[in-house]
């Protein structure tokens, strides 16, 4: 069973940076797809970036493009979100998920994922 863990969230004033971890442990993230979501109270959950690990795909939602950065260290079987120039909309609870997928070269943040990580609250507050 993949097991995915995010860290990194905490209270940061508008235009600061955070950078959030999601580590996998069971098995290699390797033929994965991984994703990141958010979901702020009263509002639908939301893609808000997808990568292809060992891959070149990624892609982003409108609203984080350009700020947020979705990277990976196989080594250590971790997937990053670096989100910079954030603003009070940014603020949700954000969670990590995973599909295995070993032929598609691209990732999607419109399919259902099969495994996610707890989530990690990120508030962007003055």
């Known amino acids: 069973q993949l097991h995915l863990v995010e860290s990194g969230g905490g209270l940061v004033q508008p235009g600061g940076s955070l950078r959030l971890s999601c580590v996998a442990s069971g098995k290699s993230l390797n033929f994965h797809h991984v994703a990141w979501f958010r979901q702020a109270p009263g509002k639908e959950r939301e893609g808000v970036s997808c990568?292809?690990?060992?891959?070149?795909?990624?892609d982003y939602a409108d609203s984080v493009k350009g700020r947020f950065t979705i990277s990976t260290d196989n080594a250590k079987n971790t997937v990053y979100l670096q989100m910079n120039s954030l603003n009070p909309e940014d603020t949700a609870v954000y969670f990590c998920?995973?599909?295995?997928?070993?032929?598609?070269?691209?990732?999607?943040?419109?399919?259902?994922?099969?495994?996610w990580g707890q989530g990690t609250q990120v508030t962007v507050s003055s």
């Open positions: 990568t292809v690990i060992s891959g070149r795909s990624t």
């Open positions: 998920a995973a599909n295995w997928n070993p032929r598609s070269p691209r990732c999607s943040m419109h399919v259902d994922y099969a495994y």
